[in-house]
């Protein structure tokens, strides 16, 4: 096995490349424009809601507003007819509910899409409560888990001593954190009344570092992998092989493929992985492992060589700009990649700072099953039909 690392150098075209992003949501979507930029596209983005802020970057070549809600046949007409008259040369997702889209639509797309789970493995790993079974059912390890569906029979089962603190509650639908409560002690019990959601996913809450790992994938063969850890004042890049032996596990069960990040703790009781949740797409922090050296959308366009894996060993740098800018004899190359990026589309920036686009009702929707029927019902393990891999893209750095 071969590593690579580092500013992937791949084949240059003349002329641009135009690519079409569809998006919902505003902040996800804006990182993956940006990453998609960098990686040589020419992005026009499709969406609603609170992606119409992207039309305010830079990167934003062209924003057509979508007029037919998130119907997979619907949105094919509207692709069809950007396609032609924007010379759109790839289609690739930006958040959970475009991915869901762009799956469901799989082979007849107009023109190549990234790499996408099929529909069937993305429901699986997007719906929280189902990936958490799944894990557990397959040998992976997951914390144990409850399904409620309401915040009434989650006090009562923790009432009876059904449920022992400590706990994570979340709800199964949602991304980027929105709604996850964690509940060590019973003065925090409270914090139950603000759920706004159902059905809620209650997770043993496992002590430890909380870090995440992304892939990405081919049919089940992981083709480029990096762990990686953020707070509000550092990101960093690290290596783990117990975390990329519980992904890789997991990418092999399902015959994924495409980008997925999982979150996970690295337990304080014994020093094993777990993971916690996935997110089947695209994540939050790929404008950071970009930064710091590898480029996901570049990955999905040129998949490494069979035989090569694409992966980052190690990077750290500062994510506070006001410690980077008083204290500058301090700031790495890193820390001066991450400034530039931050403050070389101002105006985007300024509305992500001030949060002026909601993105936390951007979701896929929750089945109407109960709790019950939803830990009851069997998963189907049987192989889905599987894409025929994509032939690599040549992309270069637009001037």
């Given at each position: 096995?071969?590593?690579t690392?580092?500013?992937?150098?791949?084949?240059?075209?003349?002329?641009?490349?135009?690519?079409?992003?569809?998006?919902?949501a505003?902040?996800?979507?804006y990182?993956v424009?940006?990453?998609?930029?960098?990686?040589g596209?020419?992005?026009?983005?499709?969406?609603?809601?609170?992606?119409r802020?992207?039309?305010?970057s830079?990167?934003?070549?062209?924003?057509h507003?979508?007029?037919?809600?998130?119907d997979?046949?619907?949105?094919?007409?509207e692709?069809?007819e950007l396609?032609?008259?924007e010379?759109i040369?790839?289609?690739?997702?930006?958040?959970?509910?475009?991915?869901?889209l762009?799956?469901?639509?799989g082979?007849?797309l107009p023109?190549?899409?990234?790499?996408?789970p099929?529909l069937?493995?993305?429901?699986?790993?997007?719906?929280?409560g189902n990936?958490?079974?799944?894990?557990?059912?397959?040998g992976v390890?997951a914390?144990?888990?409850w399904?409620?569906d309401?915040?009434?029979?989650?006090?009562q089962a923790?009432?009876?001593?059904e449920?022992?603190?400590?706990?994570?509650?979340?709800?199964?639908?949602?991304?980027?954190?929105?709604?996850?409560?964690?509940i060590?002690?019973?003065?925090?019990?409270?914090?139950?009344?603000?759920?706004d959601y159902?059905?809620?996913?209650?997770q043993r809450?496992i002590s430890?570092?909380?870090v995440?790992i992304t892939?990405?994938c081919?049919?089940?063969r992981?083709?480029?992998?990096?762990?990686?850890q953020?707070?509000?004042?550092q990101?960093?890049?690290?290596a783990?092989?117990?975390?990329l032996?519980?992904?890789?596990r997991?990418?092999?069960l399902?015959?994924?493929?495409?980008?997925?990040?999982?979150?996970?703790v690295?337990?304080d009781?014994d020093?094993?992985s777990?993971?916690?949740e996935?997110?089947?797409?695209f994540w939050y922090?790929?404008?950071l492992?970009?930064?710091?050296?590898?480029?996901?959308?570049?990955?999905?366009?040129?998949?490494p060589?069979?035989?090569?894996?694409a992966t980052?060993?190690?990077?750290?740098?500062r994510?506070?700009?006001?410690?980077i800018?008083?204290?500058?004899?301090?700031?790495s190359?890193?820390?001066?990649?991450?400034?530039?990026?931050?403050l070389?589309?101002?105006?985007?920036?300024?509305?992500q700072?001030a949060?002026?686009?909601?993105?936390?009702d951007?979701?896929?929707p929750?089945?109407?099953?109960?709790?019950?029927?939803?830990?009851?019902r069997?998963?189907?393990r049987?192989?889905?039909?599987?894409?025929?891999?994509?032939?690599?893209?040549?992309v270069?750095?637009?001037?």
């Amino acid at each position: 096995m071969s590593r690579t690392g580092g500013d992937r150098v791949i084949a240059a075209r003349r002329t641009a490349v135009n690519g079409l992003m569809i998006a919902f949501a505003f902040t996800l979507p804006y990182h993956v424009m940006r990453t998609a930029a960098a990686a040589g596209l020419r992005v026009h983005v499709l969406g609603d809601g609170a992606s119409r802020g992207l039309r305010r970057s830079r990167y934003c070549r062209s924003y057509h507003e979508t007029k037919l809600g998130g119907d997979a046949e619907a949105l094919l007409a509207e692709i069809d007819e950007l396609v032609r008259r924007e010379a759109i040369d790839i289609v690739f997702p930006s958040d959970d509910v475009s991915t869901r889209l762009l799956a469901a639509l799989g082979d007849r797309l107009p023109m190549r899409c990234t790499p996408l789970p099929e529909l069937a493995i993305f429901d699986l790993l997007n719906d929280k409560g189902n990936f958490t079974r799944f894990c557990r059912e397959n040998g992976v390890r997951a914390p144990e888990f409850w399904l409620f569906d309401s915040a009434a029979a989650l006090r009562q089962a923790l009432d009876r001593g059904e449920l022992a603190l400590p706990i994570t509650l979340k709800p199964t639908n949602r991304s980027g954190g929105v709604g996850v409560l964690h509940i060590r002690e019973p003065g925090e019990l409270g914090l139950i009344d603000a759920i706004d959601y159902q059905p809620i996913l209650a997770q043993r809450h496992i002590s430890g570092e909380s870090v995440s790992i992304t892939l990405m994938c081919d049919r089940g063969r992981v083709t480029a992998h990096v762990a990686q850890q953020r707070d509000s004042e550092q990101f960093r890049v690290f290596a783990n092989t117990d975390l990329l032996a519980t992904a890789t596990r997991l990418a092999e069960l399902t015959g994924y493929s495409g980008p997925a990040n999982f979150d996970a703790v690295i337990s304080d009781e014994d020093g094993l992985s777990y993971l916690v949740e996935c997110n089947p797409r695209f994540w939050y922090s790929i404008y950071l492992v970009m930064l710091a050296g590898l480029n996901f959308v570049t990955l999905a366009l040129a998949p490494p060589a069979p035989g090569e894996i694409a992966t980052l060993d190690g990077a750290e740098f500062r994510l506070s700009l006001r410690k980077i800018l008083t204290r500058p004899w301090q700031a790495s190359r890193l820390d001066w990649k991450f400034l530039l990026y931050s403050l070389g589309d101002p105006i985007a920036f300024a509305l992500q700072r001030a949060r002026s686009y909601d993105d936390s009702d951007v979701a896929v929707p929750v089945g109407q099953m109960t709790a019950r029927e939803r830990i009851e019902r069997p998963i189907d393990r049987r192989k889905t039909r599987r894409r025929a891999a994509p032939a690599p893209f040549a992309v270069g750095k637009i001037r």
